[in-house]
């Protein structure tokens, strides 16, 4: 699987002018992700039958790209015979995919992944980071409390704040005040 390991990996998936947080699922040798309908990703998937996974160890860019839409110059081409993709420019590493989708349901859809290209720009090794880690958790759980503003998910959202503000360095809270911030609008 090359750069992906077994589970879900969270990466920030780009499109043509489109980056969002994804989970790619990576099981019994197979990869694919679920987008919702209505979202630019799976839109951009249908016209275009591409996305990048774009690894990054920046918070902030997972907290933007949950809520909102990151500026051009952002992103770089890359070309690979006659497919044209979309990456962040300061992604440490990124993996190309043609995509398929395999199957829909009323709010979702099942895309597969099939690697056409990817690339490691830094090599740098990083140390688990529980402050990370719980952006990532509370940016999923902001994303979901904007839509019903269920109060369990503000407790868990509360819960991993508590978690960044204890363990991460300065852009992860960075990151989790940006995020308060959009949650709160």
């Not at 009323?106 to 597969?112: K, L, N, P, S």
């Not at 978690?163 to 809270?173: H, I, P, T």
Request: aromatic share 8%.
């Amino acid at each position: 699987m090359g750069l992906l390991g077994e589970g879900i990996n969270e990466i920030i998936a780009t499109t043509r002018n489109n980056a969002a947080p994804i989970g790619i699922i990576v099981k019994d040798g197979s990869l694919r992700m679920v987008l919702f309908h209505g979202t630019h990703t799976l839109e951009n998937i249908r016209r275009d039958g591409w996305v990048v996974a774009n690894i990054t160890r920046d918070p902030v860019i997972y907290v933007k790209t949950a809520f909102d839409d990151l500026p051009e110059d952002f992103f770089c081409n890359e070309t690979y015979g006659d497919l044209e993709v979309q990456r962040l420019k300061d992604a440490s590493a990124w993996i190309a995919f043609k995509t398929e989708i395999e199957r829909e349901s009323g709010e979702a859809a099942i895309v597969r992944l099939v690697p056409v290209a990817e690339e490691i720009i830094d090599n740098s090794i990083y140390p688990v980071n529980r402050g990370f880690n719980s952006v990532i958790e509370a940016t999923v759980h902001g994303t979901r409390y904007v839509m019903n503003r269920d109060p369990w998910l503000k407790q868990l959202i509360d819960h991993h704040a508590s978690l960044v503000r204890k363990c991460g360095g300065s852009r992860e809270r960075e990151a989790l005040e940006l995020l308060l911030g959009y949650i709160m609008e």
